[in-house]
């Protein structure tokens, strides 16, 4: 099984599979990267590294996006 949510959103995924009552796809996958009885994660963290070259993204540098105070 493949799952393709970001971050927080494996959580929410599992919330509504709780409150839908379907199937706990995400919920068993959070089971197996947190196996304490009782315990579970509040946010999920994606890592890895690129498979594929991805295109570049434009950027802005800090100082075109900081608000400086006066």
Do not use: C, D, N
Not at 35 to 49: A, C, H, N, Q, S
């Amino acid at each position: 099984m493949k799952l393709q949510s970001q971050g927080g959103q494996t959580h929410e995924r599992r919330e509504r599979e709780l409150w839908l009552g379907i199937e706990p796809i995400y919920g068993e996958a959070i089971a197996k990267l947190v196996p304490m009885i009782g315990y579970e994660g509040v946010f999920t963290f994606r890592m890895g590294y690129p498979l594929h070259k991805a295109l570049a993204s434009p950027r802005r540098s800090a100082e075109e996006v900081v608000l400086h105070h006066q």
